[in-house]
């Protein structure tokens, strides 16, 4: 990306500091090879820009690139997500309800798979914070974090969640300790998921769950599906690869929406923790055949494009929080 496209970029969010950005390799299989799948991209409602988004050329794994440094989306989720993609800054009360009604309908479809009737839960990316508030009336221990500042405060303020407002890989957490951890619509948009991952993996007891969640089912154009503020798009092989890399045996991929309708375009992966018994394998794993090709990836953006060319160009947007 040069810098006319990156000042242009800037320009957009509002951001008067030069940042620059800088190529990176594949976030889930470390290649260095990728091929650009868009240049052109969605910025908010019928607007459009320059911000490339490539597939590896190993395993398929979709993501922006070039990427900006840390400093970079650390201002961006604090400063400027709301203001710039939702312009608002105090959740409404139709977001508030969802939120809820979503962690009652996680909460009732996961009882089956756990071995516990009351356990401890973390929320990376958990908003307000009410999607556990299902779980705490059950009598779990529960905890979240998430980099969106206002929102966050209006959780504690407002329900006295035990939400904190911090960046995903920054967390301190107990060794062994969460039965449960959940992450949904947040893996996209955090600077580093191998951190964010690891750093669950270190806190995962032995058989405790995995839930991730994101948004990998197009419902639209390329350029519409495409947005500035997901730095990478999972598909239900490349949420398993990830899970496995960190040490997680997936055992539900899903497109059915396990937190109900109000999550266009989800998809989800269930997992169970085993350590480096299911890691150590995982560069074969990828060379023996779990991996996409660009090919088949961009006949299915295609066919996309074909069905909705007469819609809404900008109906791909995808509310995450």
């Known amino acids: 990306m040069n810098k006319k496209n990156i000042k242009k970029y800037l320009n957009f969010l509002g951001v008067s500091k ?39 050329e190993r395993c398929g794994f ?8 840390r400093e970079f989306y650390e201002k961006f989720y604090s400063e400027y997500y709301r203001k710039k993609i939702y312009k608002n800054l105090v959740p409404s009360k139709d977001f508030l309800k969802d939120q809820e009604s979503r962690g009652v309908k996680i909460f009732n ?16 990316g958990c908003s307000v914070g009410l999607m556990f508030k299902p779980f705490i009336k059950k009598g779990w221990i529960c905890e979240g974090n998430d980099p ?6 209006y959780g504690v ?4 969640l035990p939400v904190k407002f ?28 191998n951190k964010v991952l690891s750093l669950c993996a270190k806190a995962s007891k032995k058989d405790s769950i995995l839930i991730l969640e994101a948004r990998g089912e197009p419902r639209s154009t390329m350029k519409a599906y495409f947005n500035h503020n997901h730095h990478r798009y999972f598909t239900l092989n490349s949420l398993e690869l990830i899970m496995i890399k960190h040490g997680w045996k997936p055992f539900l991929s899903t497109m059915y929406p396990i937190s109900g309708p109000t999550r266009e375009g ?30 088949s990836i961009i006949h299915k953006f295609k066919y996309y494009d074909n069905i909705n060319k007469n819609l809404n160009p900008d109906r791909g947007d995808y509310r995450n929080k």
């Open 62 to 69: 979709l993501f922006q690139n070039p990427r900006f440094g």
């Open 166 to 193: 911090l960046q995903a890989e920054k967390m301190k957490l107990k060794k062994k300790y969460f039965d449960l951890i959940l992450i949904a619509g947040s893996l996209e948009h955090c600077y580093d998921p």
């Open 18 to 56: 030069n940042y620059k950005s800088k190529k990176i390799n594949c976030e889930i299989c470390g290649n260095k090879k990728s091929k650009i799948i868009t240049s052109k991209i969605s910025w908010g409602k019928n607007k459009f820009g320059i911000l490339p988004v490539c597939c590896c």
């Open 148 to 153: 969106d500042y206002h929102y966050v405060k």
């Open 109 to 124: 479809f996961i009882q089956k798979y756990l071995k516990k009737k009351r356990g401890k839960m973390l929320d990376v």
């Open 157 to 160: 303020e407002k329900y006295n």
């Open 266 to 295: 989800g998809i989800w992966c269930l997992g169970k923790f085993e350590g480096k018994s299911i890691s150590k394998n995982f560069q074969s794993l990828i060379k023996n055949g779990k991996h996409e090709t660009y090919e």
